[in-house]
């Protein structure tokens, strides 16, 4: 179920990457967010094992700061 669940979710994310005719592009950074990703090695490694199949240049990681403080900082700058 969890290897399913990780294949799917590397299937969503290709199709982003075609949608945007990303799949041949020399560098792509993704960030896997959220707490599966952060405890689950195994399922982080399959999703992002699996668009890196179909799409060499994706380099995939763990967030280097939580979320929230990018949101933040997003709503900082908007403001007048």
């Known amino acids: ?4 669940g990780a ?3 590397g299937d969503m ?3 982003v990457i075609r949608a945007l ?7 792509i950074s993704m960030v896997l ?3 599966v ?8 490694k399959a999703a992002a094992g699996r668009v890196c199949r179909e799409a060499p240049g994706v380099r995939a990681f763990l967030p280097l ?3 929230a403080l990018g ?4 709503a900082l700058e908007a403001m007048p």
Do not use: H, N, P
């Open 13 to 15: 994310a290709l199709a």
């Open 1 to 4: 179920i969890v290897a399913r």
């Open 65 to 67: 700061e939580d979320g």
């Open 21 to 27: 005719g990303w799949e041949r592009e020399k560098e």
């Open 37 to 44: 990703f952060d405890r689950q090695e195994e399922y982080r």
């Open 33 to 35: 967010s959220g707490g």
């Open 7 to 9: 294949f799917q979710l």
């Open 71 to 74: 949101a933040a900082r997003l």
